[in-house]
T-cell receptor, first 116, second 112 residues
Framework: DAGVIQSPRHEVTEMGQEVTLRCKPISGHDYLFWYRQTMMRGLELLIYFNNNVPIDDSGMPEDRFSAKMPNASFSTLKIQPSEPRDSAVYFC??????????????FGDGTRLSIL | GIQVEQSPPDLILQEGANSTLRCNFSDSVNNLQWFHQNPWGQLINLFYIPSGTKQNGRLSATTVATERYSLLYISSSQTTDSGVYFCAVERDRDTGFQKLVFGTGTRLLVSP
């Protein structure tokens, strides 16, 4: 079975440009999560969706960040305009609930983003 | 919010040695996962273990939720075990809220 698929794997762009990260969750999973990993802050949750609806975006750093999930098999995380401090690895994860019990989250390979 | 502490922060082993990694958490949790982040940056699921003991090959894990800790055992370590091991916990099952809070990790280096 295909896991969580993220694209691109690497992105290098100049400050001020728009960046779009993409994620395809595992089929049948109804929860999707976006995380960011930095040396300073470790792994932190940015936002998560349930049934394509954003549930908690309290981790989104500022208005330059936005996330969408137009359907069950696709989500985007957009940064506009990008800044050097946004450089990090961004992970997407997905999971589901089974009879009221949360199941483990499965992570994609991440997108390594560098803003020059 | 909940605090997740992992120890030791760094560990160096000779190939073939055994080790125990610890994860302490500050509040009741409903779920706990162990991950291995390999040198390529991939986060690999090791265990989903809200309580009890599980084994997978040379790895095993035990969570004692009532005492708020989990242990990851690595036996007969191999160089491919190198990387960072993360513990992550989750709360608020009643509301269906799924938020994993990660520890700071244990960095493991296994030398040949």
């Amino acid at each position: 079975d295909a896991g969580v698929i993220q694209s691109p794997r690497h992105e290098v762009t100049e400050m001020g440009q728009e960046v779009t990260l993409r994620c395809k969750p595992i089929s049948g999973h109804d929860y999707l999560f976006w995380y960011r990993q930095t040396m300073m802050r470790g792994l932190e949750l940015l936002i998560y969706f349930n049934n394509n609806v954003p549930i908690d975006d309290s981790g989104m750093p500022e208005d330059r960040f936005s996330a969408k999930m137009p359907n069950a098999s696709f989500s985007t995380l957009k940064i506009q305009p990008s800044e050097p401090r946004d450089s990090a690895v961004y992970f997407c994860a997905s999971s589901f609930r089974d009879r009221g019990s949360n199941q483990p989250q499965h992570f994609g390979d991440g997108t390594r983003l560098s803003i020059l | 919010g909940i605090q997740v502490e992992q120890s030791p922060p760094d560990l160096i082993l000779q190939e073939g040695a055994n080790s125990t990694l610890r994860c302490n958490f500050s509040d009741s949790v409903n779920n706990l996962q162990w991950f291995h982040q390999n040198p390529w940056g991939q986060l690999i699921n090791l265990f989903y273990i809200p309580s009890g003991t599980k084994q997978n090959g040379r790895l095993s894990a035990t969570t004692v939720a009532t005492e708020r800790y989990s242990l990851l055992y690595i036996s007969s370590s191999q160089t491919t075990d190198s990387g960072v091991y993360f513990c992550a916990v989750e709360r608020d099952r009643d509301t269906g809220f799924q938020k994993l809070v990660f520890g700071t990790g244990t960095r493991l280096l296994v030398s040949p």
